[in-house]
């Protein structure tokens, strides 16, 4: 199991809708998420971080972390065609052998439909 | 302000080479991260260092990968020999913040093609 799974897609949504985006990730030690977004031969580009359960909202895009669930989401509110890009979810996660270590998802894929 | 400087943007070299890469992390930045992304392996996390010091090169694929920071402003991912399966592109990031909560900026990445 990799340590942090996203569907890779692709996600499509009309304009206007909300994108729905979601991660797990597979230990309890994790301490901070991430959400980037990449557009197509780009580097990623954070959006969000969030440290603690619940929601932290930003503009149009929303955050959600549980960790009891070990689930973490990104709502995007009002979609636009140029939101059409690749998501990716980070997690850092302390172990007590190696220290922090940063994982990414593979990403999922979102196309805004005008 | 300037972001994350990488070069060179694009590098083609032959199998056997050696291959040098560049980057300057945003000025106060104590953390710098290199990572490789594939279409198959997604992004992966080559090697980290925090106040120019390495923490943690597990990610490094073998021997014939090496990274430095001689100082705060400057790293080099270096590849010797070169392999066609090294192709990839490669990103340089930094961050403020300690790595436990880290917020990294990333470079433009170095696009490597190794035939």
């Known amino acids: 199991q990799k340590e942090v799974e996203q569907n890779s897609g692709p996600l499509s949504v009309p304009e206007g809708a909300i994108a729905s985006l979601n991660c797990t990730y597979s230990?309890?030690?994790?301490?901070?998420f991430f959400w980037y977004r990449q557009y197509s031969g780009k580097s990623p580009e954070l959006i969000m971080s969030i440290y603690s359960n619940g929601d932290k909202e930003d503009g149009r895009f929303t955050a959600q972390l549980n960790k009891a669930s070990q689930y973490v989401s990104l709502l995007i509110r009002d979609s636009q065609p140029s939101d059409s890009a690749t998501y990716l979810c980070?997690?850092?996660?302390?172990?007590?052998?190696?220290?922090?270590?940063?994982?990414f998802g593979t990403g999922t894929s979102l196309t805004v439909i005008p | 302000d300037a972001g994350v400087i990488q070069s060179p943007r694009h590098e083609v070299t032959e199998m056997g080479q050696e291959v040098t890469l560049r980057c300057k992390p945003i000025?106060?930045?104590?953390?710098l991260f290199w990572y490789r992304q594939t279409m198959m392996r997604g992004l992966e996390l080559l090697i980290y260092f925090n106040n120019n010091v390495p923490i943690d090169d597990s990610g490094m694929p073998e021997d014939r990968f090496s990274a430095k920071m001689p100082n705060a402003s400057f790293s080099t991912l270096k590849i010797q020999p070169s392999e066609p399966r090294d192709s990839a592109v490669y990103f340089c990031?930094?961050?403020?913040?300690?790595?436990?909560?880290?917020?990294?900026?990333f470079g433009p990445g170095t696009r490597l093609t190794v035939t």
């Open positions: 230990d309890r030690v994790s301490q901070s």
């Open positions: 980070a997690v850092n996660m302390y172990l007590p052998d190696t220290g922090n270590q940063f994982y």
């Open positions: 990031a930094s961050s403020l913040k300690p790595p436990s909560d880290a917020e990294q900026y």
């Open positions: 000025s106060g930045h104590n953390s």
